[in-house]
C-alpha cells in the first residue's frame, strides 16, 4: 500500500520546486513539478509576482500596496510601501487572532495586497526560536489572507532593528520617541531591504489547502496593462 504524503509548497527564488514531506521525518525530496501529481502544481514566482519583482521590471508601476510586518514578543512594527513610498505605520500591542484579525482589517483599509513579515536569523544565517513563532503566525495569517487573494512572504530581517535605530537618531528623534515608534521602524526597513533585492530571496508562505492556494493564483484584481507572461521570474 502506498504511504500517505503531506505535500508543501514553498518558493525558493530563483528556482521553483516543491518540497514533499514523507510521513518520516527524516525522508525529504525536491521535486520539480513534472514529477508531481497531475493535480497539484507547484507555485511559481511567474504566477504569484511579488510587488518588489513588478517594480522592478515597471519602474513606474505604483499599484500593489505593501504592509511591513515586524513581530515582537509584546509588540508588532507596521510599515506601508505604497508606490516608492515607504513609511512607518503604527505599532500593535497585540497578539494570536487579536493581532492577525488587526492585521487583516489595517491591509483592507490600506488597500494592501501582499504581507511581508521579517524573519529573524542569526549573525550566521540560521533560524532561532522565534523564527519557529514568526514562521506559525505567517502561516496562520497567510490562510486568513489567502481568501481575500493577498499573499504573505517572509523577508530576512537581520539587522534591520539597529538600522532602525541608527536612521531614528540620525532623524533626529527623541529617547522616548525611539523607544515607542523603534518597531514600526524596524518593519519600515525590512520593506525597504525586499524592495532593494526586487523580492530576491522572499519565501512566499502558502496554506495546505488546495483551494486557498488556487485563490492566491487567481489573487486580487490585477492592472490592467500587467501580464505575468512578460517576465522571467
Not at 198 to 210: D, I, M, S, W, Y
Amino acid at each position: 500500500m502506498a504511504k500517505a504524503m503531506v505535500v508543501e509548497f514553498r518558493v525558493l527564488p530563483p528556482m521553483t520546486c516543491a518540497l514533499v514531506k514523507d510521513i518520516n521525518p527524516l525522508v525529504s525530496v525536491q521535486l520539480s513539478s513534472a514529477h508531481l501529481p497531475t493535480r497539484i502544481r507547484a507555485v511559481s514566482l511567474n504566477e504569484i509576482l511579488p510587488n518588489a519583482l513588478r517594480r522592478k521590471h515597471n519602474p513606474h508601476w505604483t499599484g500593489g500596496f505593501s504592509l511591513g510586518v515586524d513581530l515582537g514578543m509584546s509588540r508588532t512594527g507596521l510599515a506601508l510601501s505604497k508606490g516608492f513610498s515607504v513609511r512607518p505605520l503604527s505599532v500593535l500591542k497585540l497578539r494570536g487572532q487579536k493581532l492577525e484579525l488587526q492585521l487583516l482589517e489595517i491591509a483592507g483599509r490600506e488597500e494592501v495586497d501582499e504581507f511581508i513579515i521579517g524573519l529573524p536569523v542569526s549573525d550566521d544565517g540560521k533560524e532561532t526560536p522565534q523564527s519557529n513563532k514568526v514562521r506559525s503566525v505567517a502561516g496562520r495569517l497567510a490562510a486568513r489572507a489567502a481568501e481575500r487573494g493577498w499573499r504573505v512572504y517572509l523577508q530576512d530581517e537581520h539587522g534591520t532593528s539597529e538600522e532602525a535605530l541608527s536612521l531614528m537618531i540620525d532623524m533626529g528623534h527623541s529617547k522616548s520617541a525611539r523607544q515607542n515608534r523603534i518597531d514600526a521602524y524596524a518593519a519600515m526597513m525590512v520593506l525597504e531591504r525586499y524592495f532593494s533585492m526586487a523580492g530576491q530571496g522572499t519565501e512566499l508562505v502558502l496554506p495546505k489547502q488546495l483551494e486557498l492556494q488556487e485563490k492566491l493564483r487567481r489573487g486580487p484584481p490585477k492592472d490592467a496593462d500587467f501580464f505575468p507572461e512578460d517576465f522571467d521570474g
